[in-house]
């Protein structure tokens, strides 16, 4: 469910070294603080213990006291459906898992920063928090991390800097935005949806129903039994049905959820879509017009430096992968390397799995 949005927020994380609160609990909701908290303490409530092994890297452990770090931040100002924390669980996995696999590779380029790089850096991030209204100490405490894991991560950061700046060429900035030109260069398309919404609290069961229920429909579509706008009009639970389903023009960025952009950009006028599940249920979509845009690479190379960022750090992790093996102990959810398929801890743990310090015996 949502893949991309869960995907982006790790991965945005890890770039920026997983420093930065995302988002807090300083609401100027009091209740929505409340609720955004209740819901964090019962994910923790079920976390793994922190030294509990749950994958294994050339043989080395990687133990849940990162995996429950880097999802507690993740789900910091955010509501996650039950129905998804598998998932999250899994993507959070293997984000930790990248982060050492690019540490090896730092360590075989033998690319180094200096203790007063590290200083300069700490100063930085400590300035930055006086003018929020904060302290780093309030941040560490936030973050639930120490000064020197703090450090270690501003280390880490520094290093891939140095190693990624190598990367962002003119050369790749052109080439990136030649096969991304409709999400960068202002293109919009006009797009009908078909949605159809669950009954109460969203959970994995009902996605599914949904999402057979749209595969139903979208047969029918394709085997011009009925048209997309008349199907709109009959199924759909958007405020669009009463047009057909018709939204309008969309850009790629920034106004629909990213699922749901993505599927549209993909399609051709007069295709329909897959069903597209995000969090208010399951999408059909029709593109029916094609609004090019006519930026340049020169014009949103601001728009294209993270993604350029991101595309290095899943190319040198996706080449580690090949280099070294790894485990899944299963102790927690994961996603399966030949399959891409998600494998739930519960369905997977048949053991308890040894600690860190125990698997060293």
Do not use: C
């Amino acid at each position: 469910m949502n893949r991309g949005w869960i995907m982006a927020v790790l991965v945005g994380m890890f770039l920026a070294g997983g420093l930065a609160p995302l988002g807090g609990l300083r609401s100027a909701h009091a209740q929505a603080a409340a609720d955004l908290l209740r819901e964090e303490v019962r994910y923790v409530g079920k976390q793994k213990p922190p030294e509990t092994v749950v994958a294994r890297i050339g043989g080395e452990p990687v133990t849940a006291a990162e995996v429950n770090r880097l999802m507690k931040q993740a789900m910091r100002g955010r509501r996650i459906v039950e129905a998804a924390m598998p998932l999250l669980e899994a993507n959070t996995l293997d984000q930790v898992i990248n982060r050492h696999l690019i540490t090896r590779f730092l360590d075989s380029k033998k690319i180094e920063v200096s203790d007063e790089e590290v200083d300069d850096a700490y100063k930085r991030r400590t300035e930055s928090y006086k003018k929020q209204g904060s302290s780093i100490f309030e941040a560490l405490a936030e973050m639930d991390i120490t000064e020197k894991k703090f450090r270690d991560d501003l280390q880490w950061q520094l290093r891939w800097e140095k190693a990624v700046n190598s990367y962002l060429t003119e050369a790749n900035f052109q080439k990136y935005f030649a096969a991304h030109r409709k999400e960068y260069d202002g293109t919009e398309v006009r797009v009908s949806q078909i949605l159809l919404r669950p009954n109460g609290t969203v959970d994995e069961g009902k996605l599914k129903q949904l999402s057979e229920r749209a595969t139903t429909i979208r047969d029918s579509i394709i085997g011009e039994l009925t048209t997309f706008a008349a199907a709109a009009k009959k199924h759909s639970e958007a405020p669009s049905r009463a047009k057909g389903g018709d939204i309008g023009f969309i850009p790629r960025h920034g106004l629909m959820d990213e699922d749901f952009a993505a599927a549209a950009f993909a399609l051709e006028p007069g295709q329909v879509s897959e069903p597209v599940l995000t969090k208010y249920g399951a999408h059909l979509l029709q593109v029916s017009e094609i609004r090019p845009g006519k930026k340049t690479a020169s014009d949103v190379r601001k728009d294209l430096e993270p993604a350029l960022r991101k595309e290095a750090f899943e190319k040198v992790s996706k080449q580690m992968r090949g280099t070294i093996a790894i485990e899944y102990t299963g102790a927690i959810s994961y996603l399966n390397p030949e399959t891409g398929e998600l494998v739930t801890g519960e369905a997977t743990e048949k053991k308890d799995e040894p600690s860190a310090d125990e698997s060293k015996k």
